[in-house]
């Protein structure tokens, strides 16, 4: 399924115990610290800000089930620059690299950060890639993309619920219909059968009005239909 929406501070205060609430206070103020005084270097040029430290020790404080939601509110409380995303997606475990996928689009980036979108796209962890399809690739990614990710959900799994602006990118996309099309005849050559999600992207490839969006996509004749198993 798409990734769990993030939870606000004021939802997580609800659902931490004391101890997690007074360990996130501290986190956050060393973050807000960061903001505040973003040319404060170190006097060990290698040291780790204090806050970035918190950040990978979200899930043992406060839950491996809200760990997602405490990372995204420490990059936006230290309004995290593409540098210390980068190190923190780089250097980060799988869960650290989906928070900071999850919350690219609260921060004022642009689409400087869609490297990292695309190294996730280049995995197969499923986590990644999920969250890789969300809201900050349906502003940024271009058309070329954007369709690679929407057939890398079909691969490897992921719900195409998770791809952000599915129906309005995917309407009217021609070379995305036949893509699909090209997809569905090499499964169903090896017997493999074809998901109910292909049969859903193809069917919104429908030519129709596009909505404005980066790149948008090519229109042309009507989608091509699924070749069935039986054909």
């Avoid at 973003?38 to 406060?62: I, Q």
């Avoid at 690219?104 to 995995?123: C, M, Q, Y």
């Amino acid at each position: 399924m798409p990734p769990t929406p993030l939870l606000t501070r004021k939802e997580l205060d609800t659902l931490l115990g004391g101890a997690a609430r007074a360990w996130l206070d501290e986190a956050l103020a060393e973050a807000a610290h960061a903001a505040a005084h973003p040319d404060t270097t170190p006097a060990d040029s290698y040291a780790v800000p204090p806050w970035e430290l918190r950040y990978a020790a979200a899930g043992r404080h406060c839950g491996l089930e809200h760990a997602d939601s405490v990372r995204a509110l420490l990059l936006v409380e230290a309004r995290a620059a593409l540098p210390a995303l980068t190190r923190l997606y780089e250097q980060g475990t799988a869960a650290e690299r989906r928070a900071v996928l999850l919350t690219l689009p609260a921060l004022d980036l642009g689409a400087t950060a869609l490297p990292l979108v695309e190294d996730a796209l280049r995995t197969n962890d499923t986590t990644l890639v999920a969250a890789a399809v969300g809201p900050y690739a349906g502003v940024h990614l271009d058309a070329h993309n954007w369709r690679h990710a929407v057939l890398k959900c079909l691969f490897t799994g992921v719900p195409v619920a998770a791809v952000d602006q599915l129906a309005r990118r995917a309407r009217g996309d021609a070379e995305l219909a036949r893509m699909l099309g090209d997809h569905a005849a090499e499964r169903i050559a090896a017997g493999r059968p074809l998901s109910a999600d292909l049969h859903h992207v193809l069917a919104l490839t429908a030519p129709g009005t596009n909505a404005p969006g980066p790149a948008a996509p090519a229109t042309g004749p009507a989608a091509p239909t699924v070749p069935t198993e039986e054909s």
